[in-house]
């Protein structure tokens, strides 16, 4: 039998997620103790972030480089666990995974700030990016309307640890309908998160381009622990 791996694609550090309560080290334990093999730190680019909001912007970049993701690297380096980074993106409380960017690329993006969300989606692209809406169903005070781009986004998170069985499946049907690949998150913010998420498959990942590969060509199946509805 194939060895299958296990990824989490959606998972929030302290140092860089003003909203989360799981220090990046723990969240390196933490996912061991599940049994994964990788995590991606998405950590809050916008709102929740973490990074002072008069820093100008090199200095914000090497801020949220430097917190979250570099010391959940270093420490996954140390303890076997793989660590990607896929900054969460949010507008008008609708939130995107951007993925396959790297730190030089963002250093460059000075008018980011000024973009709509169609330019965000065609300049991440254009610099071979990849888009997930996260919880695209998601409903709350803050989130003024529920915004779909389905031909602008790459894929779709089917499965996040923090939505109703209802939300998610509203997800799936969304991605079916427009076939675009399916993802899965936890979006955990502290280590007593139950609702664990992610994908499986049976390629090992050594980078961010291969998480994106995986989930492009569909050789990862998302998963939920406490929701089945693709079995």
């Known amino acids: 039998m194939k060895k299958v791996f296990r990824y989490e694609l959606h998972c929030h550090t302290s140092e860089g997620s003003g909203c989360s309560q799981m220090p990046a080290k723990a969240a390196v334990d933490f996912y ?24 100008a912007w090199e200095d914000r970049i090497h801020y949220f480089y430097e917190n979250g993701f570099s010391i959940a690297k270093r420490y996954g380096d140390e303890r076997g666990l ?9 507008s008008a409380g609708n939130d995107f995974l951007l993925m396959g960017l790297d730190k030089d690329w963002w250093l460059k993006q000075t008018d980011f700030f000024t973009l709509t969300p169609n330019q965000v989606f065609d300049r991440v692209h254009e610099g071979g990016g990849f888009v997930v809406h996260a919880h695209p169903f998601a409903e709350a005070p803050w989130i003024p309307c529920i915004r779909l781009f389905p031909r602008k986004e790459d894929a779709v998170e089917i499965y996040n640890g923090g939505m109703s069985e209802f ?26 998160h139950k609702n664990l998420c992610g994908i499986e498959t049976e390629r090992e990942c050594f980078c961010i381009e291969d998480i994106i590969d995986v989930i492009r060509k569909r050789e990862a199946k998302p998963f939920c622990r406490t929701q089945n509805f693709l079995a």
Request: cysteine-free; charged content about 20%.
């Open 82 to 90: 793989k660590v990607f980074f896929a900054p969460e993106w949010s």
């Open 167 to 192: 939300g998610n499946r509203m997800a799936y049907e969304y991605a079916k309908a427009y076939g675009l690949p399916m993802t899965g998150g936890s979006d955990t913010h502290n280590v007593e």
């Open 32 to 55: 061991l103790e599940q049994g994964y093999d990788g995590i991606v730190v998405s950590d809050h680019f916008t709102g929740k972030t973490t990074v002072p909001k008069d820093y």
